[in-house]
């Protein structure tokens, strides 16, 4: 079982704002990071870090934390961005990586 | 522009070890300043961190692989490699290298990924 909580299925329409979250006893020390996956593609980093995203990630895209639950926020959904989307950070010791185990955004 | 690249079987038997080796190229895996990752994915599910291996030959593994795991590291190949031994159909999923730098948290560059089979 994963130690990061995030929700199976998320929805928005088109244009709209989606929140996708990410629940861990860990996120109250250690930050959140997050990746898209595309059908058959390797996970990409979009955000990491207080709320930075890697060269080429849209500015759509933001991240924030609230004591232990990590948030990752589509502001304008774009057809393009229907994908998985998963947190990881560290375990509460710190000495270990943990995923969360993914949330699947439909773009209506 | 740094790039991994797994190598290994796509087909496993049972009971058999898995071996898996990433290469890097773009940058020199000797610097010190990463861990280098496996992560792996069964068709449909989630992403599960394996373990993390750097050049100093220290090792953090998965507690649920541990006792079947092996890291290592090869700075004059730039390369390093991934032994799981005593595999099942469990073990069947598509394997990621990846790089993190030493105190984050984030995965970046990964590999492309590599099926891995464990069938007779």
């Known amino acids: 079982s994963s130690e990061l909580t995030q929700d199976p299925a998320v929805s928005v329409a088109l244009g709209q704002t989606v929140r996708i979250t990410c629940q861990g006893a860990s996120l109250a020390t250690f930050y959140a990071s997050w990746y898209q996956q595309k059908s058959g593609q390797a996970p990409v980093l979009i955000i990491y870090g207080k709320n930075n995203r890697p060269s080429g990630i849209p500015d759509r895209f933001s991240g924030s934390t609230s004591q232990d639950t990590a948030s990752l926020t589509i502001t304008g959904a774009q057809a393009e961005d229907e994908a998985d989307y998963y947190c990881n950070s560290r375990d509460t010791s710190g000495n270990l990586w943990v995923f969360g185990g993914g949330t699947k955004l439909t773009v209506l | ?120």
Not at chain 2, 39 to 49: D, N, S, T, V, Y
């Open chain 2, 1 to 120: 522009q740094v790039q991994l690249q797994e190598s290994g079987p796509g087909l496993v038997k049972p009971s058999q070890t898995l071996s898996l080796t990433c290469s890097v190229s773009g940058a020199s895996i000797g610097i010190g300043r990463y861990y280098w990752s496996w992560i792996r994915q069964p068709a449909g599910k989630g992403l599960e961190w394996i373990g993390r291996v750097h050049i100093s030959r220290s090792t953090k593994y998965n507690p649920s692989l541990e006792s079947r795991l092996t890291l290592s590291v090869d700075t004059s190949k730039n390369q390093f490699s991934l032994k799981l031994s005593s595999v099942t159909a469990a073990d069947t999923a598509v394997y990621y290298c990846a790089r993190v730098k030493i105190g984050a948290t984030e995965f970046d560059p990964w590999g492309q990924g590599i099926l891995v089979t464990v069938s007779s």
